[in-house]
């Protein structure tokens, strides 16, 4: 058991690195999109061909990076003895973990 568990957290944890790049996607849409708009960020001054092209982008980086991460992680989860609330919950956090430490080193 502990096996399956270890190997949830590594592939989670590598599954995050190229998982950068559909969070960087999403985050780029919503500062120049509605957050923006909101008033909560500033978009980029050279931004002007429009949101729908980014969503041509983001929607099958962002679709193809779901289905791979969800079909390796139910193959891994059925085989490990965690429930399945904590295991989705802690891949997920898992899989951020990557962009987290960018973040925190872009500001550092």
């Given amino acids: 058991m502990w096996r399956w568990r270890l190997t949830a957290v590594g592939m989670n944890l590598l599954l995050g690195v190229p998982g950068i790049v559909p969070v960087w996607l999403m985050w780029y849409f919503l500062s120049n999109g509605w ?3 909101s008033g909560f ?5 050279t931004e002007n061909d429009g949101m729908m092209l980014w969503l041509v ?3 099958p ?3 193809v990076f779901g289905i ?3 079909l390796a992680n139910d193959w891994v989860r059925r085989r490990s003895s965690l429930a399945p609330g ?4 802690a891949g ?3 899989t951020l ?5 960018l973040v925190v080193g872009s500001v550092v």
């Fill in 35 to 37: 957050l923006a708009d």
């Fill in 61 to 63: 980086v962002v679709g």
């Fill in 92 to 94: 997920a956090l898992l």
């Fill in 97 to 101: 973990v990557p962009t987290g430490v």
């Fill in 57 to 59: 982008v983001i929607v």
């Fill in 68 to 70: 791979i991460w969800w």
């Fill in 86 to 89: 904590a295991y989705w919950t």
């Fill in 41 to 45: 960020t500033r978009p980029e001054p």
